[in-house]
């Protein structure tokens, strides 16, 4: 699968483009669309040269398709586009070994049709730097939802 224009559309509603490096609620230097580190695995630090929107877009689309990858690769049970784009979204946001390593992958793997569980999962990662944010908060509620929206739009 590859992530739909919607679960784009969700990626680029929280991580808004920044050209110039900076340090985002979590304290981790950034650049771009949310991005740690570059194409060839770099980290990103506050001394970087700042990036054109194209140079951006080209990153964005390159960690995008490693993401991709490893929610392809982690993922065993059959999941819906909505349900792949959520889960890229919040894979994007948190790291493909945090995401390896969740009780939601556990849980999506053990039964994707769980969703109550899946939710909760979800909405547990809220933090950044020990702190509940607001931002977090927000996406994560957005993230749980759309993992549920087909299913929602089919039963109506």
């Known amino acids: 699968m590859v992530t739909s224009n919607k679960g784009k559309a969700l990626i680029h509603k929280y991580e808004q483009f920044r050209n110039h490096p900076y340090l985002c609620p979590a304290g981790v230097p950034t650049i771009g669309w949310g991005n740690t580190r570059y194409s060839d695995g770099s980290r990103v630090t506050l001394d970087d040269a700042p990036l054109t929107r194209r140079e951006g877009d080209v990153l964005f689309s390159l ?50 049709t769980d969703i109550e569980e899946i939710q909760k999962q979800f909405k547990r990662w809220n933090k950044g730097g020990g702190v509940v944010l607001k931002g977090l908060k927000k996406r994560r509620n957005e993230e749980a939802y759309l993992y549920n929206s087909e299913k929602i739009w089919k039963s109506t």
């Open 63 to 112: 960690i995008l398709k490693r993401v991709e990858e490893k929610v392809s690769k982690y993922v065993w049970s059959c999941i819906n586009q909505d349900q792949f784009d959520a889960l890229v979204s919040f894979t994007y946001n948190v790291g493909a070994g945090n995401f390896k390593n969740s009780t939601l992958l556990k849980k999506v793997n053990a039964d994707p």
